[in-house]
């Protein structure tokens, strides 16, 4: 009874063996199979869509899309360089007002000067300017941190107004093709004095080509403008709270 026992459990475990190793081969060769096709097919894909953009640009018509793409081109330009400078331009406000209070303190006002010097961003060069007219009172110190913040601000703000001009001609651009299409499309209709669908087709394509192209250059450069802008408002709240803390300081300092 033990041997025909033992046997019934050696066959039973050697079957559930076998069937194991043939359910992982009949899932394995599937998987692979989908894995092998997905490689082949992801340049495809990939090369596909290359394709398919090139095609739609084509087909909007190389006038306004290129001017549309030029809009693009110049407003992302615009917007790095922006960036880039922004993000020089930001200041640990900070740590500046107490480097500049620390400097009044053991050196006066020419070690405070040379702090500021040897400190970049806007908020030390308005605390330069600040500093520089301290010896005709502090009035004189106040209305030049006013004056040279305002300075800064505009240099700030420099060429933003550019990134709007392209966000708004961007669509404008696009309408216009598209006004541009549809009377190219009623011209065939026209020509040929019957309503065929064919002849519409091809200008409706392009009216809606332009558009959409011109929509997605104007939503981009959008989200750089916002961030642009959110950015400067940042540095000059930092600059406004800073110079407060500065004719304080030197409020202090004639004391």
Do not use: H
């Amino acid at each position: 009874m033990k041997k025909l026992f033992f046997a019934l459990t050696l066959l039973g475990f050697i079957a559930t063996a076998n069937a194991a190793i043939i359910t992982n081969n009949l899932v394995a060769v599937p998987l692979t199979t989908i894995v092998q096709d997905a490689d082949q097919d992801a340049p495809v894909q990939s090369a596909s869509f290359t394709q398919e953009l090139k095609k739609r640009f084509i087909e909007g018509g190389p006038g306004f899309m290129g001017v549309v793409l030029i809009c693009l081109i110049l407003g992302l330009a615009i917007a790095i360089e922006r960036i880039i400078f922004l993000n020089l331009a930001t200041t640990n406000t900070k740590k500046l007002t107490e480097g500049v209070e620390e400097a009044l303190s053991s050196g006066g006002v020419d070690a405070a000067k040379e702090f500021c010097r040897n400190t970049k961003g806007p908020v030390a060069s308005i605390f330069y300017q600040g500093l520089d007219r301290l010896d005709e009172g502090v009035e004189s110190a106040e209305k030049a941190v006013v004056a040279y913040g305002g300075v800064q601000m505009g240099q700030l703000e420099k060429n933003v107004s550019w990134i709007s001009l392209f966000i708004a001609l961007a669509p404008m651009l696009g309408f216009m093709g598209t006004v541009i299409g549809m009377i190219q499309a009623f011209d065939k209709i026209e020509a040929a004095g019957d309503m065929q669908p064919s002849l519409v087709a091809g200008g409706i394509k392009v009216a809606l080509l332009t558009t959409v192209f011109g929509l997605v250059v104007a939503i981009i450069l959008q989200v750089f403008y916002n961030y642009i802008v959110a950015k400067i408002d940042s540095i000059v709240n930092d600059m406004e709270d800073a110079s407060i803390t500065l004719i304080d300081i030197l409020v202090a300092q004639k004391k």
